[in-house]
């Protein structure tokens, strides 16, 4: 077996091992993962030592039973990144600029989420259209 | 201007003098000439307006030139009068004074720290007024990185996002800081924590990096909350770790040399 293949299918491993929904589930893959670095002693340590310590805080049988509103991520701060870096323009301004650069997206941020804000409240989705029964709320009651 | 000719009769050179003044015919067009490129006020006052709006110079030019077709502005002029009007609007204020003026004028949170044993600054961090409502609705989930690469001094940039209840990501608060050390996330993460009203309000969620100063001050300064890792970063971790440990055992590189 190439060492790249070997490479894709411990990944793999660690793929499934850490997306599976309950913790019954996650023992069996974490056997499985474990079978498949079995000639790797250094990296199995190294995963193992990982794991003992994030556990709780990657592993979807535990982070699966928070409220997390899908962030499984830190896509979130990532995006938001991006967006404060296209206002900025250059890496080398000062706190003045930045703040001005900033302020300006933040005015914009603010202004689209009160519009959504906005919006559901006075907007009426198709699929309560005909149903007689919610059509009271429309206008009224936030989605 | 002159020119020469050999005349036929005597056969010597002579020179007509055609303008005693310039030595060159006049030109068709006039760009170039400071007095004919300059800014006039009204012109004056658009580059103010369009720079307030943050558009490029040569945007701003282009606007000039849509305005007035025969308009012999360069850009070199537009460059000059956004000078005028940045040195304006700071006045002898320094960066930081400036800064803090209008922190103040706009009615932002912020705090500052300086560094023990002198006056140059050390964290900086601030909120605007509707970011600091919206997360005293919203505080569910934290999730907070740092970036580098934007500004001069070479200062991490802390950020802190949180989610509305229309799904939409919002910025907390900016913190700059001049290392990412435990001592100076605490101080960020307590700033923030600051901008919370009520206790009850704490974040049920926080997620970060793999960051190990950030994951141990969440776990001290917001014992409530669950703090998650993003596990792309942690299979990154790992992916990268396996490549050197499984794909280029030790045995293999020591015997390549």
Redesign the interface.
Known sequence: MKPRDVVKKIMRAWKAMVEQPTQELYANALVEFQDECSDFPLFLNYAMTTLKEVKEKIVRAWTNHVMHLGCKTTNRVESAHALVKKYLDNSVGDLGTSWEKIHDMLVLQLIAIQTTFGQSVTVFEHRFKDVTFYFGLGGHVSR | MVSGYLSRKTNEWGLNILNGVHDHAMEPTLEGHILAGRLKEDDKKIVRDLTKS?MLPRNILINLKNKRPHCMTNIKQVYNERQQIWKAN?GDKK??Q??IS??EE?KYTYFSRIQSESTTIED?F?A?P??VM?FNNFP??L???S?Y?????KMP?F???E?????????VG?G?VTHEKEENFVWVLKMSRKLLTSKKNMP??I????EMSL?KTIGNLFPKS??????????A???Q???L??????EKRMGKR
């Not at chain 2, 997620?207 to 793999?210: A, C, D, E, P, Q």
């Open positions: 943050k700071r960066s930081l400036y800064l209008k922190l706009h900086i601030w605007h509707t970011s919206l569910t989930v999730v907070m990185d970036t690469k934007t500004n001069m001094y940039m950020e802190v996002v989610v509305t209840s229309t799904d939409l990501t919002y910025s900016f700059f049920k969620v997620v970060t990096n793999m994951m669950y703090a998650k890792n993003c596990y792309f970063h942690a299979q971790n790992v992916k770790r396996c490549i440990d499984c794909k280029y055992p030790l």
